[in-house]
């Protein structure tokens, strides 16, 4: 894979915060006013400066940028401290975020993202999502390191609720972390909530918020965290609390707490407090992804490129027309295939008897011989389509026209 694309890191910010302009926000004061108190934020069209410039798909990697901790958990021999050390991972990603409150944008069905990481020793981890619903939004993803053995599957079902002065995306579904090599120790993970202050007074601002578990049944182990927001009078922003507990008795073995931002700390039953994870000494891998030229259309940078660059040269008008023009044909298939009858398949996930979305790889994974994994697994998430989707043509006075005609984007 190319490493060009490599993305730069987000600046951090001490609250999140973002004042907005004034025109901006009568934009926004407008929109809420067609709003009512538990609106499903989900068919809004949200305008165009609030966009942070990726995918959400992308975004979903932010959680797979300290493969290292993972690693260290897979070699950790003492069943607690490898919970313990799962833990340390799920929570190391959540400091990557952009400046003020930005959205990433909305998948369209079909729109699919990967990406590898290389390691200090070699080792590669790999990572592909797709959108694999529209209505309701669901994303699947799968993330492996399989010369080692670490494979993670989740599901993201985001749901927006507009609740007054602010807006609440519900993070319902899963992520599990499975080690073959350990008799297929899984790991069963939630996420918190996420919510964006102050929309209609006071500085906006982005903040997690509510209860996360992380759960390995056969170790018998639970770690319960709360991320707490910040009230109007006390407390302070992006702080989080836990406890990691035994689950048949409820015996408290660890106290997590800190700022996910900044840094955690862990202590033990018989031990002081220390630092369990430094933001500041624990830099991100970067993300090795394919050049837009040699992408598909529909994978995420490829796609929304030209909106990305109308926000990076922050000329709105064009970031908002080629947004809509996206939606726009989305909307025109969509209808394509109701008329045509047609069921739309995901290309890379299939429905398993679960009733969850399964890697279509995943079925020929070779836990006896991971070397013979890695090479298949690279097959299946890195090969290209050998046709595709007509794209969008241009007519002799300039103005873009919607194809009237797909190709099926399942494989």
Known sequence: MSRKNCPTTFEEDADSSEVLEDDNRSIIMGLIAQLRKGTDLSRITLPTFVLEPRSLLEKFTDFMSHPELVVKASKTIDPVQRFVEVCRFFLSGWHIKPKGVKKPYNPILGEFFRCEYRLKDGTKAMYISEQVS?????????????????????EAHPKAKFLG??????????????????????????????????????????????QSTIRCDSLD???????????????????????????????????????????????GKSSSKES????????????????????EWNESRKLWSKVTAGLAS????????????????????????????????PRFFVINKKDEYEFKGASGIDYKNLSKTKAHLEKHMFSHATSFPKEAHTHEQGQRILITKYKPIAA
Not at 231 to 241: N, Q, R, W
Request: with cysteine; aromatic share 12%.
């Open 165 to 210: 002065n602010s807006a609440a995306t519900v993070m319902k579904g899963y992520t599990r972390i499975t080690f073959s090599e350990l008799g297929n120790e899984t790991y069963e993970i939630t996420n918190p909530n996420v919510y964006a202050r102050g929309i209609l007074f006071g500085k906006m601002t982005m903040e997690m918020g509510d």
């Open 314 to 345: 922050n000329d709105m008008d064009y970031a908002t027309d080629e947004k809509s023009f996206i939606e726009n044909r989305q909307r025109e298939e969509t209808a394509i295939r109701q008329k045509e009858g047609v069921e739309w398949k």
């Open 276 to 295: 369990f994870f430094n933001v500041a000494k624990n830099p991100v891998i970067p993300k090795l992804v394919e050049s837009l030229d040699n992408q």
């Open 221 to 267: 182990l639970i770690c319960e965290l709360e991320f707490k927001t910040k009230g109007y009078f006390s407390g302070e922003y992006h702080s989080v609390s836990g406890k990691i507990k035994r689950q048949s008795t409820g015996e408290v073995l660890y106290e997590i707490s800190g700022v996910w931002t900044q840094e955690l700390f862990i202590k």
């Open 134 to 154: 529209h209505h309701p939004p669901v994303t699947a993803y799968f993330y492996a390191l399989p010369e080692l053995g670490i494979f993670v599957t989740g």
